[in-house]
Structures are given as C-alpha cells and as structure tokens.
C-alpha cells in the first residue's frame, strides 16, 4: 500500500469514527443539497488556490484535522482562537507547532464559501476542514473519497481537552494502540494514520534524543542510522 492509500485509509477511519457521535444520524455525502449545493466545488477551488501558493497546505490540513477530530471530534473547535480567561485548544503545548498554513486553508474556504448568499452562515467549518482535508490528499497526489457531512461546529474550545488526547512522540506501541482504541481505531488505521506524516515532517525536538549517543536501545540500530 502506497503512502497516499494510507493517507486515505486514515481518512475513512476518522470519518468512520465520527459515527459514535450524537450527530452522527445527520451525516450524508448530499447533506448541502437544497442548502448550499456546490459547497464542495468551492471548498476545493479554495484549497487548490492556496495548494498553489505552497506545498504546505497539504501536511498543515491533514495535521490540523488529526488534531481536531481526537480532542473531542470533528468539530473544528481546534480552530477557534482564545478569548478573555480562556485559553483554546489552539494554544495548548501540543497544538502549538501547528502550521499556519492549514488554519488559512480552512478560513479561506470558509470565506469562499459564505461569499456565495445561498452558503452564507449555513456550512460549518468542521464540514469545510474535512472536505478541505480530503480535497489536499487529492492535490498531493491521492485518491478522491466521498466525505459524509452535516457535522456541527463545537460551541467550547479549551486547552485542558486536549490533555492526554493526542499521541505523544515518546509513546511505546501498547500507550498508542490504547489511545487509538479509545477513538475506535484498531493497529491497522494507527499505521495508516501514521503514515500521513510522509508528506509533512517532524520537528528534531521531538525524537532527537533517542537518535544521540546514547541512542535508545528500543530502537532499530538500522532505523536510527
């Protein structure tokens, strides 16, 4: 299986994963049919404008929905900026290496989209991240898929959700395979999700100390060098 297909199988999983949600009887790839029905052409002529100013949009998209979708589901409350006393998910430690790039995605088709009278305030931005995700799988060079929607925008946005939430770098196989479980993945979608990472990168922080002297004994001696 190539990286691509991998990308995409993640992709399916956590649209599978959405389904244990209250919301989950609304999804349907025509959800916008009568309410905005070129909401996915625009999303994707948006994606393919910013596609084209920089590779980076397709990691970026890709990483900031991972994020969402585990904090507390795919409600784009990872998007949502602090305010007052309290600090968002976006301004946690874990969320903060997050790429620009990938919050200006979603916003720009989120203003393509409300450009247009009938779509104006009628299309969530969980809705447009999802659709923007799977349209920068496309523009990177994988296969299309069809995204079930009708998911709502997430009224609360605070950095303690994330705590425990995401995986962690220093993560041995049984902390990861029990993260994923808990969000109704099994080994299989954790390596296809790990995949994704091929076409972004990882920061030197994060795993530099288990390449140096001494390297990690847990750690292919070849895989290291």
């Given at each position: 299986?190539d ?24 999804l ?6 009568n309410i905005?029905p070129?909401?996915e052409s625009?999303?994707k002529?948006?994606v ?5 100013q ?8 890709i990483r900031?929905?991972?994020h969402?979708c585990?904090?507390?589901g ?6 949502v900026?602090?305010?007052g006393?309290?600090k ?33 305030n ?23 898929y069809?995204?079930?929607l009708?998911?709502l925008?997430?009224?609360?946005s605070t ?10 770098p220093?993560f ?15 080994q ?11 076409v ?5 922080s ?10 990690d ?9």
């Open positions: 299986m990286r691509f297909s991998l990308v995409l199988v993640w992709s399916l999983c956590l649209s599978l994963c959405m389904f244990s949600t209250p919301t989950s009887a609304q349907k790839t025509n959800f916008y049919a905005c070129n909401v625009i999303v002529s948006a393919t404008k910013k596609f084209q920089t590779f980076v949009t397709v990691p970026a998209t900031l929905f991972f969402d585990f904090v507390q795919c409600d784009a409350s990872v998007i900026a602090s305010s006393s309290n968002a998910e976006k301004d946690h430690p874990d969320n903060l290496s997050l790429a620009g790039d990938g919050f200006d995605t979603v916003i720009k088709a989120k203003a393509a989209v409300d450009a247009v009278a009938q779509c104006r009628k299309v969530s931005c969980a809705d447009i991240l999802a659709l923007a995700t799977r349209d920068a799988i496309v523009l990177s060079g994988g296969p299309s069809p995204v079930e009708g998911r925008d997430g009224l609360r950095s303690s959700s994330v705590n425990g939430k995401l995986p962690q220093t041995n196989v049984d902390q990861l395979t029990s993260m994923f479980r808990a969000n109704g993945l099994d299989t979608d954790m390596v296809a999700l790990s995949g994704a990472h091929t972004g990168f990882s920061h030197c994060k795993f530099a100390s288990r390449i140096q002297n001494p390297v004994p847990t750690m292919s001696k070849t895989y290291a060098a």
